[in-house]
């Protein structure tokens, strides 16, 4: 597929953007608004298709498609939070429209970091864009779903299946992403990598990335830990309401 400049690039991403909002908006009315247990357990297998077909259309655009790309294990490994958490998505919706029973705690943790790294990561991903790698529509489509689908997936677990984040929730998030760095960053040593930018920042103009490594990694975690706390206020007024 032919390559793209990057303004037609940034163009395609933010217009599925704006596209994307109002699917969360309906899904979220739809979700909260249905009652049909069967036809929730139909759009939420087609939420688990969609999901998977995203992944492999964004695969076979890299191998295949891209001209210019080159896959390699130290870049297209899903080890980014974006990618676990879009993975977590699924495994949460899977769960939930499943008829075996699973641990409470454990899908709930599923559910917990799903909302973390979508609202907390993915979006913020969506707003400081990062185009390293993205060369032609197709991989500006994939690089906005591999975000917004995260988000769409976790509203879907809130409206249509009543998922809430709680204060636990807040420490089981945080505590995750920070023991996730550990094997990743052996992994990025080994590899030459940079997965989940341990090794140093994103190529995006963000007033939360200051200094060089390490010091960006100490002040991030301080960041998300208050914006983790934050995401929870709206679950947190919603119980007192």
């Known amino acids: ?28 009315f739809i979700g909260y608004k249905l009652k049909n247990q069967k036809t929730i357990t139909k759009i939420s297998y087609g939420l688990i298709g ?48 499943s008829e075996k029973k699973y641990n409470i705690k454990f899908e709930q943790f599923i ?25 032609n529509m197709i991989g500006s489509f994939a690089l906005n779903w591999q975000h917004s689908i995260i988000i769409l997936n976790v509203l879907w677990l809130i409206f249509a299946y009543n998922k809430r984040f709680n204060l636990r929730g807040v420490l089981n998030a ?17 590899l030459s990598a940079n ?19 390490p010091i960006y990694l100490i002040i991030l975690e301080f960041v998300y830990f208050l914006y983790i706390l934050i995401l929870y206020l709206p679950f947190k007024l919603l119980h007192k309401k």
């Open 174 to 190: 945080f505590i995750f992403m920070n023991l996730a760095i550990i094997p990743v960053g052996i992994i990025n040593y080994f």
């Open 111 to 135: 559910f917990d970091c799903a909302y973390v790294l979508g609202f907390g990561g993915a979006l913020q991903a969506m707003i400081t864009v990062d185009l390293t790698g993205i060369n």
């Open 1 to 28: 597929m032919k390559p793209l400049s990057t303004e037609l690039l940034y163009y395609f991403h933010n217009l599925l953007t704006f596209i994307m909002i109002g699917v969360w908006i309906v899904f979220s």
């Open 50 to 97: 969609f999901s998977i077909l995203q992944e492999i259309m964004d695969y076979t655009n890299r191998i295949f498609l891209d001209e210019l790309y080159v896959i390699s294990l130290s870049t297209d490994l899903p080890l980014q939070f974006c990618s676990i958490g879009y993975y977590f998505s699924i495994i949460g919706i899977i769960m939930s429209v």
């Open 195 to 213: 997965y989940m930018f341990v090794c140093s920042p994103p190529n995006v103009n963000n007033p939360l990335l200051i200094g060089d490594w």
